[in-house]
């Protein structure tokens, strides 16, 4: 099927996007583009992740979610206990509930979103 469209990027809402910048550029290894306290963004040259600051915004958490989750990153990863083990070390959180931790693990990012790291097959 042909479109009429390219993605350009994704953008979420979060309360510290800074914060949320650096997280992910560390664990993505990408470049942070832009950070102040209202917008930050960072890419890799292909893809690009952009958060926006919304007052009051919190993460829904998990697996009990105080607010509809909307979104979450599913991420490969070679080595799961190591990739868990940096993801903590960056600020991560890691819920008891894991359905299936011999193949995937769901972690809570600083702000607060839940994101999954999955065994690359």
């Known amino acids: ?10 953008n979420l ?7 949320l910048a650096t997280f992910y550029s560390r664990v993505l290894g990408w470049e942070v583009l832009h950070s ?10 292909k893809s ?8 009051g915004y ?9 607010a509809p989750k909307r979104y979450h990153l599913d991420l ?3 080595d799961l206990d190591k990739a868990e083990e940096q993801a903590l070390a960056l600020g991560a959180t890691k819920p ?23 065994l690359r097959s």
């Not at 099927?1 to 994704?10: D, L, R, Y």
């Open 36 to 45: 102040d306290a209202e917008y930050a963004m960072i890419g890799d040259g």
């Open 13 to 19: 809402d979060a309360s510290e996007p800074a914060a």
């Open 76 to 78: 490969y990863v070679d």
């Open 58 to 66: 919190s993460g829904p958490g998990w697996p009990a979610e105080e």
């Open 1 to 10: 099927m042909t479109g009429f469209a390219t993605m350009a990027m994704i």
């Open 96 to 118: 008891d509930e894991q359905p299936q931790p011999d193949r995937w693990r769901v972690l809570v990012d600083p702000g607060g979103h839940p994101f999954d790291i999955c």
């Open 48 to 55: 690009s992740i952009g958060w926006g600051r919304v007052p």
